[in-house]
Antibody
């Protein structure tokens, strides 16, 4: 069973930085597509960014609101995913979840196809950006 | 970016009812549509992927359908534990996007 455990959240002033961690158990972060999703207080889910598995190139992608400010990385030796957040804004206040994006193979109308979905989630860590 | 729009935003129902939530994508997403359930203070939970495939352990009263741009999540014979917020999500392209959520409340 895969378990993801986030940490590193807290209170930070606008313009400040914070690094979130997501420790993985029962799974290897380098072999998975790892994603950060956030949820502002009382709001819906927002995709923040993702890093693909090493076999799929290991490249990160980011949502427009965080591009250039946030960086996703991983440490294979620690089996941990990171989200480095710089130049934080009040609108970055949210619970941040890490999740695995699983690729599932199958067939549709006789043709091979891959589907993607977020199947394992951490419990989330709260980031509050306020002066 | 692909916009996902759910309706209704909230829904009142009773135990035993059957409810349907609709999700519309701003462009065709083939069958790259997933559904999640979220309870207060908890992480989302995957219910259905690829439009209609039930995630392991999810009760069969949950079902999904649709194609192209219009999709549905149906919950039959509602149980007390089903009162939660539901989100659709597309995995056709990056960035992944979610619907705004549908809050299912007890009538």
């Amino acid at each position: 069973e895969v378990q993801l455990v986030e940490s590193g959240g807290g209170l930070v002033k606008p313009g400040g930085s914070l690094r979130l961690s997501c420790a993985a158990f029962g799974s290897t972060v380098s072999n998975a597509w790892m994603t950060w999703v956030r949820q502002a207080p009382g709001k819906g889910l927002e995709w923040v960014g993702r890093i693909k598995s090493k076999t799929d190139g290991g490249t990160p992608d980011y949502a427009a609101p965080v591009k250039g400010r946030f960086t996703i990385s991983r440490d294979e030796s620690e089996n941990t995913l990171y989200l480095q957040m710089n130049s934080l804004k009040t609108e970055d206040t949210a619970v941040y979840f890490c999740t695995t994006e699983t690729k599932s193979f199958g067939y549709e109308s006789g043709d091979p196809k891959s589907w993607y979905y977020f199947d394992y989630w951490g419990q989330g860590t709260l980031v509050t950006v306020s002066s | 970016d692909i916009q996902m729009t759910q309706s209704p935003s909230s829904l009142s129902a009773s135990v035993g009812d059957t409810v349907t939530i609709t999700c519309r994508a701003s462009q065709r997403i083939s069958s790259y549509l997933n559904w999640y359930q979220q309870k207060p203070g908890k992480a989302p939970k995957l219910l259905i992927y690829a439009v209609s495939s039930l995630q392991s352990g999810v009760p069969s009263r949950f079902s999904g359908g649709g194609s192209g741009t219009d999709f549905t999540l149906t919950i039959s014979s509602l149980q007390l534990e089903d009162f939660a917020t539901y989100y659709c999500q597309q995995s056709s392209s990056t960035p992944r996007t979610f619907g705004q959520g549908t809050k299912l409340e007890f009538k």
